[in-house]
């Protein structure tokens, strides 16, 4: 697990096209709508998932809408 906004987290690391892909789970993040962003190396994708989200994290080169598709249908948020 790793800290975002002060809420400890599970991620997962799984293998992409182009190297690892980190998905972070987060359900006490709420966002109204998929969200891109980049880093120097990096470039990520943060969705909506019921009341949470899930932040897709991966090399530049890496196509998330692929790994988006997969991973967001298999998501449930029980608390």
């Known amino acids: 697990p790793c800290v975002i906004n002060g809420k400890t987290v599970p ?3 799984i293998q992409g ?7 972070l789970l987060m359900p006490f993040e ?3 709508e998929a969200t ?3 880093g120097e190396n990096v ?3 943060i969705v909506p998932v ?3 989200s899930i932040a897709i994290v991966g090399d ?4 998330l809408e692929p790994i988006r598709e997969s991973v967001v249908g298999s ?3 029980t608390i």
Do not use: C, M, S, Y
């Open 43 to 45: 470039h990520g994708l």
């Open 30 to 32: 709420h966002v109204e």
């Open 50 to 52: 019921g009341d949470g």
């Open 60 to 63: 530049r080169a890496e196509e």
């Open 75 to 77: 998501v449930t948020w």
């Open 36 to 38: 891109p962003f980049d």
């Open 17 to 23: 096209q182009h190297g690892p892909v980190t998905i």
């Open 11 to 13: 991620h997962l690391v």
